[in-house]
């Protein structure tokens, strides 16, 4: 009787160390390969660095266009831009200038 009660209990300590590995296993492929794991991390990080770049390159834009706007503001318009945008919008040019088309 005292061995089958041992025999019992070995088996029952086996299985529950059976299932604690297979979980400390599953924790583990997850900490690697999981949505949030080792492997996913390293494609956020690039895809970080790819958005700031292009947040960068949109800042320089809009750092580009607020000096356009500044400088088409109707209190003091800059002459030689207002001059180029009149002469692309009429189709005209002065005479001493040269049109250049490119396709």
Do not use: F
């Not at 025999?7 to 296993?25: F, K, P």
């Not at 500044?70 to 318009?77: N, S, Y």
């Amino acid at each position: 009787m005292k061995s089958h009660r041992l025999r019992h209990n070995l088996r029952r300590e086996s299985m529950t160390q059976g299932l604690a590995l297979i979980a400390l296993l599953v924790m583990g492929g997850l900490a690697v390969a999981g949505p949030s794991g080792i492997l996913a991390w390293s494609d956020s990080q690039h895809l970080l660095e790819q958005r700031q770049k292009q947040l960068a390159g949109l800042e320089v834009e809009r750092l580009g266009l607020r000096n356009r706007v500044e400088l088409l503001d109707p209190r003091h318009v800059d002459p030689d831009l207002a001059g180029q945008l009149l002469r692309d919008r009429l189709n005209v040019a002065h005479p001493d200038e040269m049109v250049i088309q490119i396709d």
